[in-house]
Every structure is written in structure tokens, then in C-alpha cells.
């Protein structure tokens, strides 16, 4: 049982560039989510899914694209990198209606 | 809308001191309360929660009460270790597949 695991770990793009983060859980879970954290600004919610097939917008969807096909995947894609997208990016993963998330380790991105 | 309210770090104390990160929120409702702990280089967990007015949630030695007249839910703990420096989150969650985050609060503990 890994959890949520998410790929990269590190990764720099130049202006302009697209790339896909991926994100899986194995644990079932219906709800996903991504959020981006900046420095003082906390976790910000990006997109999210209540289950496949379902996406919607959080906070911050601008520049961002999702799709959820299966239940345990869920990649968000940067259509033109910008700078201002530098920031570390969480997947996170619920299965009840507490709303208890579990976290991946996170995408360290830097867009040059 | 709903907002959270962390106070401001970084807090740094010495091994063993008494911790208090200071968690208000502005919500319609009565919604659920998280602390969420983030280590160095790891994504968040959870470390306690509670669901409703006068609840405690406790682990690891952490509590925190849910004061519906006060609209808080401050974190404590009695004795703190290095172990414990991280960044902490507040977080509040109404029911709308949406959790609303805090800033953060980053401890640093000194032995």
C-alpha cells in the first residue's frame, strides 16, 4: 500500500513549456485534489475530483488542466509553463466524508 | 467566505517548553477542524481533528479544542521536542469537497 505517490520529485522548465505531474493513490479513494504552496500563502487548492470522470475548479485554475479517467489517477497538466507557476505541488487523496487528506510528497517545479 | 486565521511564525522555543499556535476561523457554519504537520521535505498529514463544537482532538502529545464562541481551535502541547519543528496548518472543512488551509506556522525547536 504506497499511498499517494507522485512523479516528479524535481523538475525545471523553461517559459512557454507543457508537462503533465502525475498523481496516483491505491488506497480507493474517490475525492483528489492538487493544491500548489507558496511561501506565506499556504496550500492553495487547484483543481479537484469527486471521482472519475468528475473534475472541477478550485481557487487557482488558471494555467492548469485535469482529468480523472480512473479512480486512482489523477495528473495535472501545465499547458505554457510561466514563471509564475513555480511552486511546490501536492496530490492529496480522501475517502470519507470527514475529509481526512492524505498527501503525496509533493513536485518541486521551477519555470525559468 | 471561510477563512482561516493562523498567527504569524516562525516560532522557535527551547526543547521541553510549553507550545501554543493560535488557529481562528471565519465560516457560515459549524464546520470540521483539522491540524495538519508538514517535516522537511515531506507532504502534509494529519495530526488531529475534531468535528464539532467542545470536541478535542489529541496525538502525539498535540491537542487542540474547538471553541464555537470563540471560533478557534488552537494547537497545544505541554513538553516540546526537536522532533516536533515543522510548519503547521490550520485547516477548516464545510462539507463542499474543499478543505481551506491556513498560512502556515513553521517551529523550529532548540535543544
Known amino acids: 500500500n504506497a499511498g499517494v505517490t507522485q512523479t516528479p520529485k524535481f523538475q525545471v522548465l523553461k517559459t512557454g513549456q507543457s508537462m503533465t505531474l502525475q498523481c496516483a493513490q491505491d488506497m480507493n479513494h474517490e475525492y483528489m485534489s492538487w493544491y500548489r504552496q507558496d511561501p506565506g500563502m499556504g496550500l492553495r487548492l487547484i483543481h479537484y475530483?469527486?471521482?472519475?470522470?468528475?473534475?472541477d475548479q478550485g481557487e487557482v485554475p488558471n494555467g492548469y488542466n485535469v482529468s480523472r479517467s480512473t479512480t486512482e489517477d489523477f495528473p495535472l497538466r501545465l499547458l505554457s509553463a510561466a514563471p509564475s507557476q513555480t511552486s511546490v505541488y501536492f496530490c492529496?487523496?480522501?475517502?470519507?466524508?470527514?475529509?481526512?487528506?492524505?498527501f503525496g510528497p509533493g513536485t518541486r517545479l521551477t519555470v525559468t | 467566505g471561510d477563512s482561516v486565521t493562523q498567527m504569524e511564525g516562525p516560532v522557535t522555543l527551547s526543547e521541553e517548553a510549553f507550545l501554543t499556535i493560535n488557529c481562528t476561523y471565519t465560516a457560515t457554519g459549524y464546520p470540521s477542524l483539522f491540524w495538519y504537520v508538514q517535516y522537511p521535505g515531506e507532504g502534509l498529514q494529519l495530526l488531529l481533528k475534531a468535528t464539532k463544537a467542545d470536541d478535542k482532538g489529541s496525538n502525539k502529545g498535540f491537542e487542540a479544542t474547538y471553541r464555537k464562541e470563540t471560533t478557534s481551535f488552537h494547537l497545544e502541547k505541554g513538553s516540546v521536542q526537536v522532533s516536533d519543528s515543522a510548519v503547521y496548518f490550520c485547516?477548516?472543512?464545510?462539507?463542499?469537497?474543499?478543505?481551506?488551509f491556513g498560512t502556515g506556522t513553521r517551529l523550529t525547536i532548540i535543544p
Open positions: 492529496a487523496s480522501t475517502g470519507d466524508s470527514s475529509y481526512e487528506q492524505y
Open positions: 485547516a477548516l472543512y464545510f462539507g463542499n469537497e474543499k478543505l481551506t
Open positions: 475530483s469527486v471521482g472519475a470522470g468528475i473534475t
